[in-house]
Structure formats: structure tokens, C-alpha cells
């Protein structure tokens, strides 16, 4: 690629990490949400888990549609339309304050989500071909190291902001706590407003940068197919095995993170206050996977790095079954060290190759996030069965993990 056509792509993939950033920081805030929502809506963590459910719900029901807009129209099109309906969906907090019934919240988090699934349906295709074609993979990982940033910032402050310290229960909460229930839950439910309206200003500033910025168009290339969305797509199978390993990356992933919170308060014995200064941590170690992986993938194959890196993260989920505890706990910061560069490695291996198809794709690609719907549930479902045997939970996301490996090794290969 020559200098001149390097620099014009310079400031639009600039424009487009922010978008990695911001929808970095909405996801990661949810196992802070799950653990607020069991105080604030009196719920078990099982119950709890179903705010998971509600935004990557809208992963599965959106991209197609969503692939169809920006067929017709442009990816910015897209992006622009995505951030303002996530701001919209962010500031429905406030009403959600007044209500305080957990559907709504649900409905709130699925209003988000479908905002971010714009953005994500766009970003991470643009990304990938904003630049050479054999550079695509770690193009991708360095704008999704970002992602990492987003979410540690999420999970590092965010979450101290919102989660007070306190948990109590009707019954535990004591006799002299001034105001009594109905002030400690006002309480909580109050610190969840001010997070999100800062995220949708964010969001507005961003989308109005969008507005008066011009990106390249792309041409991906000749279609296959006049449709809008096309399922033909998937006769290319290394795009139907990279669904398939998107849908379990994304279920094991959610599964360790959104339960994180959950784990160290629950089974290990940490404060709330502690257990939010080693979820940032954990994410910490997401961010330096993202950098380190980045680096690495200049050297070595992006497929090998996610077999090794998936492998890696059976042996792990193996400890944390047999051990569980802070043994546990340290393999899960570990896990998310190995995680950080799957999703953008399947991503760009599954949409090699496919030309006008990239948008159809990309589509298939983001529903296959409804894994973060139902895995989660099933590991928290396992978790509750017994108390003292808690952790054989996490063999869902070693299965998991183990499919990832497959893909590394195998399945992404293009053979039609």
C-alpha cells in the first residue's frame, strides 16, 4: 500500500476505534449491572443472568436487518444511526430509576444493544478493509485492543462508581440505616443513572464527529448476490465453522465475565469493594492480551496463535473446575489474558475472501453473539445446583474453548 493511500485511511480507522471503545465500555459494564440488579430487583444470580439475555438478544434479532440498511445505504449510515439509538437506550436509565421493575430494565439493555450491534456490524468489516489485505488480522486485533481498554476502564472505575460496597438483603439490612429499604434501594438504584448518562453523551459527541467526517467508501469487491442480505454465504465454510466458533467463543467468554462479580462475592469470599479491584484486573489482563497478541501476530500466523491461545484456555477452565476458589479466580485472570484475541481472529479468518459478502458476513457473524444469551445462563444454572461444587460449572466455557481450538487449527481454512 503506498504512503498516499495509508494516510487517507489514517483518521477513518482512528474514527472507527472509538466506536471499539465506547461499545467496549457498554458490554463490560453488564456483570456490574448483574450484581447491582440482584440487589436493587431482589434477584438470585440465575435470574440475574437474564440481563445478559436481553442485550445479546438483540446481537441475534438485529444484524440482518442491520446489514440490510447499510447495504442499501453506507456503513456510516449505519455507525451514525447505531450511536444515537445506544444514547437514546442509555438515558431510558431515568425512567428506569422511577419504575424500578426489572423488565424494563431488560427492555432498556435490549435498546442499547440493538444501538451497538450497528456499530459493531459496521466496525469490525470496515476495519479489515481499511488497509492490505494481509495486514487485515492484526488490523482488527489492534482496533479491538481498544475494546480492552473500554472494558478495563468498565470494570476498573466504572464499576466502583456503581457498586457501593453494601449488600444487603430485607433482612440483614440494619435497623439503624437511615431511611430504611426503601432508601438503601433508591440509593442503588440511583448510582446506575449517572454512568449511563455520561456514556450517552459520549455517544452523541461521537456520532456528531461522524456526521461532519467523510469516509472512504470501500469497494469490497463484485457481489455474489443482488440481495441485501445474502445466505448463500454460508456454502463458504469457513465462514459457516466461523459462526459456529463465534457463537461459542462469545457463550464461554460472557459465561467467566458476567458471573466474575458473582464468583468472588459468592463462592471465594471477597468484599464487593475487592471483588471490583480484581474484575479490573481481570480486565487488565484482557487489554495486555490484546497489545501482546497484536504484537505477536506480526511474526506468527493468526490461525496458530488461536489454537494455542484457545488451548490454553482449556487447561485453564480445567483448573478452575477442579479448584475453584482463589486458585480459581487467578486461572480466570489468566483465561481472560488467552481470550483477548479470539473474537477479532475468528472475525477477520471467517470474512476472508468474501468479497460484496463481507456486509452478509458480518451479519452472520454478530448473531452469532447469541451465545452470550444462553451459555451464561446454562453455566449459572450449573453454578446454583450445588454450592459446594460450584465451580464444575466452568467445564461449559472448557467446551467451549476447546471449539475455538478446532477453528484454529482446522476450520478456518478456505476450501470453497
Known amino acids: 500500500m503506498n504512503p498516499t493511500t495509508r494516510n487517507r485511511y489514517i483518521v477513518p480507522l482512528s474514527l472507527v476505534i472509538c466506536l471499539f471503545f465506547v461499545w467496549a465500555i457498554s458490554a463490560n459494564l453488564l456483570p456490574t449491572m448483574i450484581r447491582q440488579l440482584m440487589k436493587t430487583c ?15 438478544l438483540a446481537y441475534f434479532i438485529c444484524p440482518i436487518p442491520i446489514a440490510m440498511f ?4 453506507t456503513y456510516k449510515a449505519g455507525i451514525i444511526f447505531g450511536l444515537l439509538m445506544a444514547a437514546a437506550g442509555a438515558l431510558l436509565f431515568f425512567p428506569a430509576a422511577v419504575i424500578k421493575e426489572y423488565w424494563f430494565y431488560l427492555c432498556v439493555f435490549f435498546v442499547i444493544a440493538t444501538g451497538m450491534c450497528f456499530l459493531e456490524t459496521a466496525a469490525n468489516p470496515y ?33 466502583k462508581i456503581i457498586l457501593s460496597g453494601d449488600s444487603y438483603t430485607r433482612d440483614t439490612l440494619p435497623a439503624n440505616f437511615t431511611g430504611g429499604w426503601e432508601a438503601y434501594i433508591e440509593a442503588e438504584t440511583s448510582a446506575m443513572k449517572g454512568p449511563y448518562a ?15 467526517s467523510k469516509l472512504p467508501k470501500i469497494n469490497e469487491g463484485h457481489s455474489s448476490s443482488g440481495k441485501l442480505i445474502n445466505f448463500g454465504v454460508f456454502k463458504r465454510s469457513h465462514l459457516a465453522k466461523g459462526v459456529v ?3 461459542f467463543y462469545n457463550g464461554g467468554q460472557t459465561a467467566i465475565n458476567s458471573l466474575f462479580l458473582v464468583y468472588c462475592c459468592s463462592y471465594a469470599g471477597i ?44 487447561v485453564l477452565c480445567i483448573v478452575i473446575t477442579l479448584f475453584g476458589g482463589m486458585v480459581g479466580l487467578y486461572a480466570m485472570i489468566a483465561v481472560s489474558f488467552f481470550m483477548s484475541i479470539i473474537y477479532p481472529t475468528q472475525f477477520s479468518l471467517a470474512i476472508t475472501n468474501l468479497g460484496d459478502d463481507t456486509k452478509s458476513g458480518s451479519a452472520f457473524l454478530v448473531m452469532a453473539i447469541v451465545g452470550n444469551a444462553c451459555l451464561p445462563q446454562l453455566t449459572a444454572f450449573i453454578m446454583m445446583l450445588d454450592p459446594m461444587w460450584y465451580h464444575i460449572a466452568y467445564v461449559v466455557p472448557m467446551i467451549c474453548f476447546m471449539v475455538c481450538a478446532y477453528y484454529g487449527f482446522r476450520g478456518h481454512k478456505i476450501i470453497n
Open 127 to 159: 476495519v479489515t478493509v481499511l488497509g492490505a489485505p494481509e495486514s487485515a488480522h492484526r488490523r482488527l486485533n489492534l482496533a479491538q485492543s481498544f475494546n480492552g481498554l473500554g472494558a478495563f476502564i468498565s470494570a476498573m472505575f466504572i464499576s
Open 245 to 247: 466458533a463465534q457463537f
Open 271 to 314: 468484599s464487593e469493594s475487592t471483588a471490583t479491584t480484581f474484575f479490573g484486573i481481570y480486565m487488565l489482563a484482557f487489554l495486555l492480551g490484546r497489545w501482546v497478541g497484536t504484537m505477536l501476530m506480526s511474526k506468527f500466523k493468526a490461525s496458530n496463535m488461536l489454537t494455542v491461545y484457545s488451548l490454553a484456555n482449556v
Open 42 to 56: 431482589e434477584l438470585t444470580p440465575f435470574e440475574a443472568s437474564f440481563t445478559e439475555t436481553a442485550y445479546w
Open 70 to 73: 447499510m447495504k442499501r445505504y
Open 198 to 212: 455520561a456514556l450517552a453523551l459520549m455517544l452523541v459527541i461521537i456520532a456528531v464527529i461522524f456526521i461532519f
